[in-house]
T-cell receptor, first 112, second 112 residues
Framework: SQQGEEDPQALSIQEGENATMNCSYK?????LQWYRQNSGRGLVHLIL?????REKHSGRLRVTLDTSKKSSSLLITASRAADTASYFC????????????FGTGTRLTIIP | DAMVIQNPRYQVTQFGKPVTLSCSQT?????MYWYQQKSSQAPKLLFH???????NEADTPDNFQSRRPNTSFCFLDIRSPGLGDAAMYLC???????????FGPGTRLLVL
């Protein structure tokens, strides 16, 4: 299966702390994306990083990509209760199949 | 605001009774996707349209069909729902295949 793996499966931290989630994938990619999903809702796009990029920032989010290790990390700084959600990485392979393959997700809980 | 709309948000059907889920978008995106997501799992792609071109995933059951009568609308038909088809069904759009996807809020299907 092409599906990515995320680590950890679940993470609980105190509000104000930083949260780091990791994603590993199996094939060469064009881009890697991170999405957030609140319980019972659709997914919301957070950030897209291309295969020729190593790091990207958006507000309190920092994403890194290491194509040699086929891995990515998402760092959320100064976490807030509203960050409680599931986070998924998704990859577009460079086989040109026009679709994303989602990872297994990390369930993040921020404790107020 | 441009968006992806799914109706209904909750759908209850009986075992074997056909059901149709709908998705509409005001983003004017060429690509539309249908995903199935079961509890605590990653979204699983069922099929996608690139404009009118239909692309079925190899492991999507024949029980699932889709229609895209125009750019704005896409439908998911489940011909004979089984208990295993109970899930969240997510519709998404993309301006460019493989790039950022915009998700609707999902339809939760319950099969009795």
């Amino acid at each position: 299966s092409q599906q990515g793996e995320e680590d950890p499966q679940a993470l609980s931290i105190q509000e104000g702390e930083n949260a780091t989630m990791n994603c590993s994938y199996k094939t060469s990619i064009n881009n890697l994306q991170w999405y957030r999903q609140n319980s019972g809702r659709g997914l919301v796009h957070l950030i897209l990083i291309r295969s020729n990029e190593r790091e990207k920032h958006s507000g309190r989010l920092r994403v890194t990509l290491d194509t040699s290790k086929k891995s990515s990390s998402l760092l959320i700084t100064a976490s807030r209760a509203a960050d409680t959600a599931s986070y998924f990485c998704a990859t577009e392979s460079n086989f040109g199949n026009e679709k994303l393959t989602f990872g297994t997700g990390t369930r993040l809980t921020i404790i107020p | 605001d441009a968006m992806v709309i799914q109706n209904p948000r909750y759908q209850v059907t009986q075992f074997g009774k056909p059901v149709t889920l709908s998705c509409s978008q005001t983003l004017n995106h060429n690509v539309m996707y249908w995903y199935q997501q079961k509890s605590s799992q990653a979204p699983k792609l069922l099929f996608h349209y690139y404009d009118k071109d239909f692309n079925n995933e190899a492991d999507t059951p024949d029980n699932f069909q889709s229609r895209r009568p125009n750019t704005s609308f896409c439908f998911l038909d489940i011909r004979s729902p089984g208990l295993g088809d109970a899930a969240m069904y997510l519709c998404a759009t993309s301006a460019v295949a493989g790039e950022t996807q915009y998700f609707g809020p999902g339809t939760r299907l319950l099969v009795l």
